[in-house]
């Protein structure tokens, strides 16, 4: 009696792992991009974290400075903005090994592409380069679009028109 329950059971629990297995395939399965989503141009994020080769408070100042003069207003920018590092964030998964960071949001990837090349971009990095040690760039595609995020927060009460959302003080993108 005991045996036959025993395999009673584990046929009954074969079966449920069986017909679970199509719905953990079609769960994890990313749903497929309408065509629209694919033709949309898609906003890449371009953030640039420099080590100064020497951190004083002039060199931060210099290398902040220049990043306005050669790296604001470049076509196809939709979001600058440029800041030193907040040193009272010293959690474990803080990274310390920068003191300044530059933040670039591209209407697309064409767009920063021009940026790469653009003269006022390698004229900063000509002057600009002995004040570094090292750089460090991440670039990714904003899965978001920004005017979705916008509306999103003034549905939520406001954030962005009251500078929550870490808007642009900077440029006056507050949202």
Known sequence: MRRTFFAAALLLAGFAFLASRPMIAQESAAPAASQEEQERPRPLAHMVYFTLAEDTPANREALVEACRKYLTEHEGTVHFS????????DRDVNEQDWQIALNLIFRNKEAHDVYQTHPRHLEFIETSKHLWSKVRVFDSYVVTPLRERR??????????REGRDGGNAESGDRG
């Open 151 to 160: 509306q999103g927060d003034r549905q939520r009460g406001g954030a962005a």
């Open 82 to 89: 440029v800041g030193i590092i907040g040193e009272e964030f």
